[in-house]
Antibody, heavy 116, light 113 residues
């Protein structure tokens, strides 16, 4: 069974930075792409970023391009999302997901709040 | 970007009644080389992460009761709950994974009338 556990959420000031981690188990981590998706309060789901299985190819939503960096460490079964230049509109519940060939399996999420 | 549009935004159905959710993509998500639609449905309950319900537009996950069905191809898709149960109250999202950026519909909230 796929198990994903996010950590690192919390309060950040506008313009600040925050780093999220997601530990994975229950599947062959190094074989799968990984994705971050967020949900702002009262809003729907927004794809944020995806990294391929070996970390060499990354994709970003326009809303975070140049500010967020996704990476992974296959030796630690962990994917990361480093967030810089945070804005109020980045406030959301951030989900880590295993990007399978037929959709995503999701973690529980970690809350990021950007406020002064 | 492929825009995913769901309708309705919300609906309330009697217990045992039929719920139908539509999802329309701004361009086809049917990959011609394998004849597969890169369209997934998720069920999202409050306080829980979304769960994959149906993949490839019509293939139920193993945990999903057969009252749930997905249909459609190309740009028009439908999620049907044939006999609504209390545990089906949730927000349902369609998502395309044909091309990045992966995009979601805005969600459809399903309640009991």
């Amino acid at each position: 069974e796929v198990h994903l556990l996010e950590s690192g959420g919390g309060l950040a000031h506008p313009g600040g930075s925050l780093g999220l981690s997601c530990g994975a188990s229950g599947f062959s981590f190094s074989d799968d792409a990984m994705t971050w998706v967020r949900q702002a309060p009262g809003e729907g789901l927004e794809w944020v970023s995806t990294i391929n299985h070996n970390g060499k190819i990354t994709f970003y939503a326009d809303s975070v391009k140049g500010r967020f960096t996704i990476s992974r460490d296959n030796s630690k079964n962990t994917v990361y999302l480093q967030m810089y230049s945070l804005r109020a509109e980045d406030t959301a519940l951030y989900y880590c997901a295993r990007q399978g060939s037929s959709g995503m399996d999701w973690g529980q999420g970690t809350l990021v709040t950007v406020s002064s | 970007d492929i825009v995913m549009t769901q309708s309705p935004d919300s609906l309330a159905v009697s217990l045992g009644g039929r719920a139908t959710i539509n999802c329309k993509s701004s361009q086809s998500v049917l990959y011609s080389s394998n004849n597969k639609n890169y369209l997934v449905w998720y069920q999202h309950k409050p306080g829980q992460p979304p769960k994959k319900l149906i993949s490839w537009a019509s293939i139920r996950e193993s945990w999903v009761p057969d009252r749930f069905s997905g249909s459609g191809s190309g740009t028009d898709f439908t999620l049907t709950i044939s006999s609504l149960q209390p545990e089906d109250v949730a927000v349902y999202y369609c998502q395309q994974y044909y091309t990045t950026p992966w995009t979601f519909g805005q969600g459809t909230k399903v309640d009991i009338k």
